[in-house]
């Protein structure tokens, strides 16, 4: 596997010249949502005429050992042994997510499938439905990571990069086939409950009403005090703890919007009705720690070698509370991954992985969700 890097800054261009490793058959491009723009996407297919543009827009770009914002970060990959096929879909309203899954599975399915890595719009969707669609239509032992695409902490837009194409209301997939890949994948958070357990007692897929028969929306306002004015972006730094019945580990859950005249709060995943949320605020030494913990997992989930690429994929509201620190966890993945590893990743709205890699794959929320992978 051979890697290359660039980066795009409006004030300095390309970090170097486009087109190092032009045999590479996959381009990975995180971006600030301002910067995904089609005359830097047609500069950047010029200079690689042969490669599967994927990408989204983030709350936070990561490339090698730093966090970037208003920047374009690209990836340059090129496979020694391995096949690479990606799919997409579109769709209108997230009661539409379970069907997009589903037709990405078909899409990609094979007997020689390793892995989906898959991006979404981070909005218009319900992640935890559109896992399930995938999950349901693969063959087993198909791994499945991700993310719901980013727009800082404005909620306003997010967009997926297919080729050359910048739309919202998007999801772009590869497949990676093959035996010579080998993938590992960790996911963990480092959040702490506190308050008392509450009943959901009312809620549809993603949207909740009520929590032990109150409004769910002012109860959550009463908990967040002076925060609540910023609803819903300084929700993220009170997710929700989902527990749910066939889960040995509770489901984290964020906010992504509230409305005011139905008195509920759209989540990026499923808030099923008579399951029980507590609320949760951040512990920074444990933050990090589940960065660490998830590399732990990633890298052992190799079958053999170190890592050649880690994709960092880290929940935009642990950047809000590690602020300036926030290096600090991707550098704790380094220190397990090590430094053969290239970096790449995002700041996102929602993380798509198991906790483990032979676990259920999940939609998390303020999780740091890590794909590692080697060629042998």
Known sequence: MHIVQNRWQPEHGWLRPLGERNRSQLLLVFSARRLLAVNLLREVRRAYPSALIIGCSTAGEIMGLHVYDDTLCLTAVEFE????????????????????????????????????????DGLNIN???????????????????GGLSGDGDRFEQTLVVWDEEIRER????IGLYGEHISVGCG????????????????????????????????????????????????????????RLPENEKPIVRSILAVDEKEQSMTFAGDIPQGCYVR???ANFDRLVDGALGA???????LRQGAPELAILISCVGRKLILKQRVEEEVEAVHEVLGDQAVYTGFYSYGEISPFTPDARCELHNQTMTITALSER
């Not at 309203?93 to 069907?99: G, L, M, V």
């Not at 992640?127 to 990571?145: D, F």
């Not at 998007?170 to 997939?173: F, K, V």
């Not at 509450?198 to 949207?207: E, H, W």
């Open 127 to 145: 992640g935890s439905e559109l896992v399930r669609g995938v999950t349901e239509h693969l063959p087993a032992g198909v791994t499945v990571t």
């Open 187 to 242: 996911s963990l958070g480092g959040w702490d409950s506190f308050g008392p357990e509450r009943l959901i007692t009312r809620a549809s897929g993603n949207v909740l009403y009520e929590l032990d028969g109150q409004s769910a929306l002012n109860l959550y306002k009463t908990y967040l005090g002076e925060h609540a004015v910023g609803l819903p972006a300084t929700g993220l730094m009170f997710p929700l703890s989902l």
């Open 295 to 301: 590399a732990e997992t990633a890298g052992h989930g």
């Open 279 to 281: 609320l949760m605020k």
């Open 81 to 120: 042994k391995t096949r690479v096929k990606g799919a997409r879909v579109r769709v209108e309203h997230a009661a539409e997510s379970h069907t997009a899954g589903r037709e990405l599975a078909r899409q990609l399915a094979a007997d020689d499938l390793k892995h989906l890595f898959v991006l979404s």
């Open 170 to 173: 998007q999801i772009s997939a």
